[in-house]
């Protein structure tokens, strides 16, 4: 009987690190690993789940039976809404008895593993980027920049992962090598080019939005401590982004004050 008890906080907890990794909001992560809980017909379920841990207990007022406690780092976050959704596809099977805990178990897991390929990745972040160059009024020219603004973008992730950058240093790091390198290359073009559109479009892929959305949402639900988490995290990457676009531009400044004066 343990080991089945076992069985369903481990899959609860699983469903509640993968949701929490791709940004799901806390009260929407607790709702659905209790109501999984709930399958094992105990009566205490409580979970509690942050920004950076979720933590899991499974008791019953039968004193024979005994209590289980999972605590869950969450280490990584990104943004994967198919992962959200396909995790509350297979809670909702599960809870209407529709699927084995075994079976929603090895569901959740192949959920875990699915994600974009890098290439798939990198020319999203370029559409995203053009998207946006589009959308702020940028003429064919600064369409045409934003592709390899988009590119710089894309590919300094490889960069992130290969130096093992954690999210502020990558932040200023791209910002800045963006602001850097394109109002550098525009001062050469002989046309009508904005780098404000160009830095703005590449800047666009990094800003932790879904973050500080859902942060008030915690907030608003009454979660303070996941919600100004939350928020404490996306101020936090927004001034990292803010400071290499400073340091980019001030470089860039002088480099083409330089060339004006030779």
Known sequence: ??????????????????????????YRVEDTVRRMLATSGLDITEVVSTTTALYITLDDSNPEVESITLVRRISSRG????KIYRVNNISRALTANEITIEEANQQLKVVDQME????????ATNILVVAFAILLGGNIGEVIVSIFAGAIVSYSTAIKQFFGMNDFIYGMFTTALVALIFPIVIYFIPYQISSDI???????????????????????????NSGLARIADALVIALSLALGVVLGLSISGGVISLLSNI
């Open 1 to 26: 009987m343990y080991s089945k008890y076992k069985k369903i906080a481990e899959t609860a907890a699983l469903a509640g690190v993968i949701m929490l990794e791709s940004h799901a909001e806390s």
């Open 79 to 82: 943004n994967h809404l198919r």
């Open 116 to 123: 974009y390929t890098p290439q798939q990745k990198m020319i």
């Open 198 to 224: 160009i830095i703005i479009s590449g800047l666009m892929p990094l800003y932790p939005g879904t973050a500080f959305t859902n942060g008030v949402r915690d907030t608003l639900k009454g979660d303070y």
